[in-house]
């Protein structure tokens, strides 16, 4: 089922950056840069990864839970909604 997210292209886009700052870890790794700045820039993935898991969360709040409970599937909806918190509490 195609979902059409409202939202999918920002989304993209920030999966598409990530990917690219996790390619230039892995690459200030093979080259042996100073472990300081890998850290650095692994921090900063985690962080962009963890703003573009809120971001998708809100995403599917706004668009997957409003359409379950429209259709009457309220319980359903959250306990769809409690296991995506639980799993990014993690």
């Known amino acids: 089922m195609e979902y059409g997210y409202k939202h999918s292209k920002n989304i993209v886009n920030r999966l598409a950056r990530i990917e ?25 993935v985690h962080q962009a990864i963890e703003n573009t898991t809120k971001a998708f969360l809100k995403e599917h709040m706004e668009h997957c839970v409003n359409r379950a409970i429209k259709e009457g599937k309220q319980e359903e909806a959250l306990k769809e909604l409690q296991t995506a918190i639980d799993r990014f509490m993690r």
């Open 20 to 44: 690219g700052h996790v390619r230039s870890v892995k690459e200030m790794v093979e080259e042996g840069r100073e472990c300081s700045e890998i850290l650095t820039q692994l921090a900063a």
